[in-house]
């Protein structure tokens, strides 16, 4: 036995724990929580016709990201490193191969592809902090907002500035650690987050389109909802989440033996569907009551929302709160994107926290470049998606997330023995267990197939669906 492995022979982690389960929780969810929920779900709501969107976009993430939420995190706990050496040893271990290291680096990868252009989008969030501050947007018309947009998204040097600044200040708080970085920042950060938001729900409350906007969100109108829409649910319950490329896994490794794991991961799942939801249910008001477009797009916070704040009483304090709101969410959701990084790069390479977090952040803001220069110097050169940011967009959330959950929950469901997952999640082999087995092994891995083979094949479960359906 080393100083690595615990009195009853269980590895530990290298890179300190959550001093308390509070703490985990509110990390996982500073991950979960960000761009995803407050500017992507409700466009996508939007697009997809609300209500039967919702309801089936619920569906996925119970009933496929919360199993395979429960089992990153086992898989994390058990192997106690970083996601690569991790799903090397518990692969090993468990009678498997040490190729599963593979699905770590896989992980590793996209995480840093994430937060080149993760950290572009909250660049812009946090410049409209400035800008609504500042009422730029006080009084203005639709056509001034869009210009601001457009200044702002098309001049890379403004933007390559706050995508900057952006990287900068995650590379910091990771470069800090597990315990000091992350838990510090977490720990007033999300609490604070809830607030701002119940601050802006109370003002969404009063606009007097609330009704029109729950009804919008949660009366089920299915024939607005396609077969593709399904699939968008689905493969937005992996980006909202953070599964599949081993953020989850990452946090985990640092989970204090004894803590549930399924009670903290169906915490943590509705946290992050209760903030998707109240950010629906602070936006649509707004863009009911202003007569704006509910599937504006990436516009739809930067070129709708600032229309409206510029209109309502208090709209330059709200309006600050708000992309002070979405900074911070990005902020706290960008840490887990390259933790995975850093600590195989601390564990296995023996670089310095600090040094690894820099080397990752240096390639991400280069990388990054692509996605400034989308919606300017490299506007027209447009291939196979569309430009660099949509191709970028369209390998992470069509390929390698899912195809990273896939393998994550095969891993858990049927590489590892049941002896193993039932001892990690500790609830023996009861109903609980069993439900968390069925759907690892079953029901998770059907669904994301069946978004690969859409996303590869460019509709084809759809169109077989549509087919069923006529
Ligand atoms: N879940 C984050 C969001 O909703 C995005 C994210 C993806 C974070 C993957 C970490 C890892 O914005």
């Given at each position: 036995m080393n100083n690595q492995t615990a009195a009853n022979g269980k590895r530990q982690s290298l890179q300190g724990q959550w001093?308390?389960?509070?703490?985990?929780?509110?990390?996982?969810?500073?991950?979960?929580?960000?761009?995803?929920?407050?500017?992507?779900?409700?466009?996508?709501?939007?697009?997809?016709?609300?209500?039967a969107f919702v309801l089936i976009y619920l569906l996925c993430v119970f009933a496929v990201g919360l199993p395979i939420m429960m089992s990153e995190i086992l898989i994390g706990r058990r192997g106690r490193r970083n996601p690569v050496t991790t799903m090397g040893i518990v692969g090993e271990e468990e009678g498997g191969s040490r190729n599963w290291a593979l699905v770590g680096i896989m992980g590793i990868i996209a995480g840093v592809l994430i937060l080149s252009f993760y950290s572009v989008i909250a660049g812009w969030a946090m410049s409209y902090v400035f800008?609504?501050?500042?009422?730029?947007?006080?009084?203005?018309?639709?056509a001034q907002?869009?210009?601001?947009?457009?200044?702002?998204?098309?001049?890379?040097?403004?933007?390559?500035?706050?995508?900057?600044?952006?990287?900068?200040?995650?590379?910091?708080?990771?470069?800090?650690?597990?315990?000091?970085?992350?838990?510090?920042?977490?720990?007033?950060?999300?609490?604070?987050?809830?607030?701002?938001?119940?601050?802006?729900?109370?003002?969404?409350?009063?606009?007097?389109?609330?009704?029109q906007a729950v009804e919008f969100m949660f009366s089920p109108n299915f024939s607005a909802l396609t077969p593709n829409g399904v699939l968008i649910a689905l493969g937005h319950a992996f980006f909202t989440l953070s599964l599949g490329m081993g953020a989850v896994m990452a946090y985990g490794a640092y989970l204090p033996e004894g803590t549930s794991i399924t009670s903290t991961s169906i915490l943590v799942v509705l946290a992050d569907t209760g903030i998707a939801l109240l950010a629906g249910l602070i936006i649509f008001p707004v863009v009911f009551s202003y007569g704006l477009e509910s599937d504006a797009g990436p516009g739809l916070i930067f070129q709708t929302l600032p229309l409206a704040f510029g209109h309502m009483p208090g709209g330059v304090f709200f309006g600050t709160l708000f992309f002070i709101l979405l900074s911070f969410a990005a902020w706290t959701s960008s840490i887990g994107m390259i933790e995975p990084a850093v600590a195989w790069m601390t564990e296995s390479k023996g670089i310095k926290r600090g040094v690894a977090a820099s080397i990752l952040g240096g390639f991400t803001w280069v990388i990054g470049f692509g996605t400034v220069f989308s919606w300017n110097l490299w506007q027209d050169k447009t291939f196979f998606k569309g430009t660099f940011f949509d191709n970028l967009d369209y390998l992470i959330s069509n390929i390698a997330l899912p195809l990273g959950g896939l393998m994550i929950t095969i891993f858990a469901g049927w590489v590892m023995c049941r002896n193993s997952t039932s001892d990690e999640l500790s609830c023996g082999t009861g109903l609980m267990y069993k439900s968390w087995r069925f759907l690892a092994r079953y029901v998770a891995p059907a669904a994301v197939?069946?978004?690969?083979?859409?996303?590869?094949?460019?509709?084809?479960?759809?169109?077989?669906?549509?087919?069923?359906?006529?």
């Open positions: 001093s308390t389960r509070m703490a985990f929780i509110l990390a996982v969810t500073g991950s979960a929580v960000g761009l995803g929920n407050i500017w992507k779900f409700p466009y996508i709501a939007g697009e997809n016709g609300g209500g800008s609504t501050a500042s009422g730029t947007f006080v009084d203005a018309d639709a907002v869009k210009l601001i947009f457009d200044e702002l998204s098309g001049s890379w040097k403004i933007s390559a500035f706050w995508h900057t600044v952006f990287v900068v200040i995650t590379v910091a708080v990771v470069a800090q650690g597990v315990q000091r970085g992350l838990e510090r920042l977490v720990k007033i950060l999300m609490p604070a987050l809830l607030v701002l938001l119940l601050v802006l729900l109370a003002f969404s409350m009063n606009s007097g389109y609330f009704g197939i069946l978004v690969l083979i859409e996303a590869s094949s460019g509709g084809i479960v759809s169109d077989y669906l549509a087919k069923i359906g006529d």
